[in-house]
């Protein structure tokens, strides 16, 4: 009985021993075999032996944020033959992890067990090797660096050491720069921006302030201001900022809590900011209205120095004898074969140009006949010119619209509701009588004062105009700015302009036109145009100007030239492609800003100033320059 109690009890104790020694068997075994294991053991323990020579290795400790990408980390491992270099990327899934976490658990387990007895060796292998634990309260990595850029105190050795860095010495703002380096790139500008706004924010104090006023406050950010923006500069990165850049911040800082506390009340400071707002956009407003109506003032006033140069001709021309007054070539003027130029003007210099720029660009100058119909003020003026300044072979005849009686009967020239001397001046309505100002004419160019002729205007005279009246360059080409539908200028609500014009028939543009002087007379449309103006006196028919009158009186009765003999728009539009005003015969300087002005545009004026010699002397007496 004694004896079968002992083997009952030895095979119990053997059974309690092997299942006691049977998992620490297997699990070793595993450990060997499991490529899990191995893995973690060279990432957890790692096989990295401690290099022959001294080396600092400094552990880092990595933050637990998720969301900020890790470093690639680099193994050096030490062997006979020399250092080999591994790289070893952590890319598993969620279920390896775990797999990977279970197996880490049990060596854990394993370790602890075996480590008194392993002590020995476990402390050997620590001197050849860098081990990390990781833990609930730290987790240190072995982080090796290839950047200079990655580091902020980089340890260099010979070319068998490593270097490594101590993140845990470094300040917190350099470990996020590093770990979140893209993140610092898209904010990279963010003190510049927090500067400009701490301006703006002081000015608006500024603002808020009492007019004059002098209280520190405001010396105070006033000053800052001043600091702030000598501080940034034309700086767009705030690596471009100084170092005393966030110093000023600071100040600025401290001084915009004053100025807070100084204006709490935020609903009387929001009232006084939107009635700030609505004075300085009255007063755009009424600045804008100011300088339209200087531009316009000044368009509608004579310069002082062509004053100062009608009054010296004037004068000069009354110092004449009669016999000395004669303009040559008298004999040509109703010459109907001969190529005839009509200007209407009160200007001597928009005269002079229109005269010689023809002249100058002709190929036949002795056929050229050129008519100057202006007022009887003015005469003097433009006569003694061309007598002082003759057109060579060309013909010029000056005359008056005082000398043409037979307009008085007319009575066409009633009082118009524009003050502006374009749209009211006789002159301008000239254009409708040519047939009785030249009788014995068949064609005639007609030009206004503010063109410009750049090529030989005889082809133009051989052009079959098909029994139109007039030949006009058209303006109903979209996308121009000299693009002009009938409706702009013709009030088409009135039934008699929509039953009898189309909206959408091309328009075309006074400047240079060729009129067909025997078709007007045939088809007697001086009496339709006066029909159209007396009709415009008693209801608006068309808005202020000649050029409406003109599109009714000659409505399909205008032939539509190339575009190239005459470009318009150098008066108002400061975009006219310079290709095309090169190949244009005809430059039209329509607008107010005409070229003899000072509000001219300055790109286009030497295209007129060319035409004038400024060294004459009668243009220095009264000052006058290109």
């Given at each position: 009985?004694?004896?079968?109690?002992?083997?009952?009890?030895?095979?119990?104790?053997?059974?309690?021993?092997?299942?006691?020694?049977?998992?620490?068997?297997?699990?070793?075994?595993?450990?060997?075999?499991?490529?899990?294991?191995?893995?973690?053991?060279?990432?957890?323990?790692?096989?990295?032996?401690?290099?022959?020579?001294?080396?600092?290795?400094?552990?880092?400790?990595?933050?637990?944020?998720?969301?900020?990408?890790?470093?690639?980390e680099v193994v050096y491992i030490e062997k006979k033959n020399g250092p080999i270099n591994s790289s070893i990327q952590q890319k598993v899934n969620d279920s390896e992890e775990s797999k990977i976490e279970g197996y880490r658990n049990n060596?854990?387990?394993?370790?602890?067990?075996e480590f008194n007895r392993n002590k020995r060796q476990d402390q050997k292998a620590q001197r050849k090797g860098l081990f990390s634990v990781v833990g609930d309260e730290n987790i240190f990595n072995l982080t090796v660096t290839h950047n200079?850029?990655?580091?902020?105190?980089?340890?260099k050795t010979t070319d068998d050491n490593v270097e490594v860095t101590d993140k845990q010495s470094m300040p917190r703002a350099t470990q996020n720069h590093q770990i979140s380096r893209p993140q610092s790139r898209r904010v990279s500008n963010?003190?510049?921006?927090?500067?400009?706004?701490?301006?703006?924010?002081?000015?608006?104090?500024?603002?808020?302030?009492?007019?004059?006023?002098?209280?520190?406050?405001?010396?105070?950010?006033?000053?800052?201001?001043?600091?702030?923006?000598?501080?940034?500069?034309?700086?767009?990165?705030?690596?471009?900022?100084?170092?005393?850049?966030?110093?000023?911040?600071?100040?600025?800082?401290?001084?915009?809590?004053?100025?807070?506390?100084?204006?709490?009340?935020?609903?009387?400071?929001?009232?006084?900011?939107?009635?700030?707002?609505?004075?300085?956009?009255?007063?755009?407003?009424?600045?804008?209205?100011?300088?339209?109506?200087?531009?316009?003032?000044?368009?509608?006033?004579?310069?002082?120095?062509?004053?100062?140069?009608?009054?010296?001709?004037?004068?000069?021309?009354?110092?004449?004898?009669?016999?000395?007054?004669?303009?040559?070539?008298?004999?040509?003027?109703?010459?109907?074969?001969?190529?005839?130029?009509?200007?209407?003007?009160?200007?001597?210099?928009?005269?002079?140009?229109?005269?010689?720029?023809?002249?100058?660009?002709?190929?036949?100058?002795?056929?050229?006949?050129?008519?100057?119909?202006?007022?009887?003020?003015?005469?003097?003026?433009?006569?003694?010119?061309?007598?002082?300044?003759?057109?060579?072979?060309?013909?010029?005849?000056?005359?008056?619209?005082?000398?043409?009686?037979?307009?008085?009967?007319?009575?066409?020239?009633?009082?118009?509701?524009?003050?502006?001397?374009?749209?009211?001046?006789?002159?301008?309505?000239?254009?409708?009588?040519?047939?009785?100002?030249?009788?014995?004419?068949?064609?005639?160019?007609?030009?206004?004062?503010?063109?410009?002729?750049?090529?030989?205007?005889?082809?133009?005279?051989?052009?079959?105009?098909?029994?139109?009246?007039?030949?006009?360059?058209?303006?109903?080409?979209?996308?121009?700015?000299?693009?002009?539908?009938?409706?702009?200028?013709?009030?088409?609500?009135?039934?008699?302009?929509?039953?009898?014009?189309?909206?959408?028939?091309?328009?075309?543009?006074?400047?240079?036109?060729?009129?067909?002087?025997?078709?007007?007379?045939?088809?007697?449309?001086?009496?339709?145009?006066?029909?159209?103006?007396?009709?415009?006196?008693?209801?608006?028919?068309?808005?202020?100007?000649?050029?409406?009158?003109?599109?009714?009186?000659?409505?399909?009765?205008?032939?539509?030239?190339?575009?190239?003999?005459?470009?318009?728009?150098?008066?108002?539009?400061?975009?006219?492609?310079?290709?095309?005003?090169?190949?244009?015969?005809?430059?039209?300087?329509?607008?107010?800003?005409?070229?003899?002005?000072?509000?001219?545009?300055?790109?286009?004026?030497?295209?007129?100033?060319?035409?004038?010699?400024?060294?004459?002397?009668?243009?220095?007496?009264?000052?006058?320059?290109?």
């Amino acid at each position: 009985m004694k004896s079968w109690r002992w083997w009952q009890r030895t095979l119990i104790l053997a059974l309690l021993s092997l299942s006691v020694l049977a998992p620490l068997f297997l699990v070793s075994h595993r450990l060997n075999l499991t490529p899990y294991a191995r893995l973690e053991f060279q990432e957890d323990i790692s096989s990295v032996t401690y290099r022959t020579d001294p080396l600092q290795l400094n552990a880092i400790e990595q933050e637990g944020a998720e969301e900020l990408e890790e470093p690639k980390e680099v193994v050096y491992i030490e062997k006979k033959n020399g250092p080999i270099n591994s790289s070893i990327q952590q890319k598993v899934n969620d279920s390896e992890e775990s797999k990977i976490e279970g197996y880490r658990n049990n060596i854990l387990e394993r370790n602890v067990s075996e480590f008194n007895r392993n002590k020995r060796q476990d402390q050997k292998a620590q001197r050849k090797g860098l081990f990390s634990v990781v833990g609930d309260e730290n987790i240190f990595n072995l982080t090796v660096t290839h950047n200079q850029s990655m580091h902020t105190h980089p340890q260099k050795t010979t070319d068998d050491n490593v270097e490594v860095t101590d993140k845990q010495s470094m300040p917190r703002a350099t470990q996020n720069h590093q770990i979140s380096r893209p993140q610092s790139r898209r904010v990279s500008n963010q003190k510049v921006l927090e500067i400009k706004d701490q301006i703006i924010q002081a000015r608006a104090y500024l603002g808020l302030a009492s007019p004059g006023s002098s209280s520190h406050l405001v010396k105070e950010l006033k000053l800052r201001i001043k600091e702030m923006e000598h501080a940034v500069g034309e700086a767009t990165m705030d690596s471009d900022l100084s170092r005393s850049a966030l110093q000023k911040m600071r100040h600025m800082a401290a001084s915009l809590s004053k100025a807070v506390r100084a204006y709490p009340d935020c609903v009387a400071m929001t009232t006084k900011l939107r009635a700030m707002n609505h004075n300085a956009e009255e007063k755009i407003h009424s600045e804008q209205q100011e300088a339209t109506y200087l531009v316009h003032l000044a368009a509608r006033t004579t310069p002082k120095g062509l004053h100062c140069l009608s009054m010296q001709l004037t004068a000069d021309y009354f110092a004449l004898r009669p016999e000395d007054r004669k303009l040559p070539n008298e004999n040509k003027i109703n010459d109907p074969k001969l190529h005839h130029y009509a200007v209407f003007s009160d200007n001597v210099l928009a005269c002079a140009v229109v005269v010689n720029s023809t002249i100058s660009n002709a190929k036949k100058q002795g056929k050229l006949v050129f008519h100057v119909v202006t007022n009887s003020v003015n005469l003097p003026a433009i006569w003694m010119w061309f007598l002082l300044n003759p057109p060579g072979k060309a013909t010029v005849h000056v005359q008056s619209i005082e000398n043409f009686e037979w307009l008085l009967k007319y009575n066409t020239f009633k009082e118009r509701s524009s003050s502006d001397p374009r749209y009211t001046s006789e002159l301008n309505y000239l254009r409708f009588y040519l047939p009785d100002i030249f009788p014995t004419l068949n064609k005639v160019l007609l030009f206004d004062h503010d063109v410009v002729v750049q090529q030989d205007l005889s082809r133009l005279w051989n052009v079959n105009m098909k029994e139109k009246v007039i030949a006009a360059v058209g303006t109903c080409q979209e996308g121009e700015t000299s693009f002009h539908r009938m409706d702009t200028f013709l009030n088409f609500s009135d039934p008699f302009i929509a039953n009898r014009f189309d909206v959408n028939a091309c328009t075309w543009a006074f400047g240079m036109n060729l009129f067909d002087l025997q078709q007007w007379r045939r088809q007697n449309l001086t009496a339709l145009y006066h029909s159209y103006l007396q009709m415009g006196f008693k209801r608006q028919l068309w808005s202020t100007g000649s050029l409406p009158l003109g599109w009714l009186t000659f409505y399909n009765k205008s032939m539509i030239l190339d575009r190239r003999w005459q470009i318009l728009g150098l008066g108002y539009d400061s975009n006219v492609d310079k290709n095309q005003i090169e190949r244009a015969a005809v430059i039209h300087f329509d607008g107010i800003r005409k070229p003899w002005l000072e509000i001219a545009m300055g790109r286009y004026k030497s295209y007129w100033t060319k035409f004038l010699k400024f060294d004459h002397p009668i243009l220095q007496r009264c000052n006058l320059q290109a």
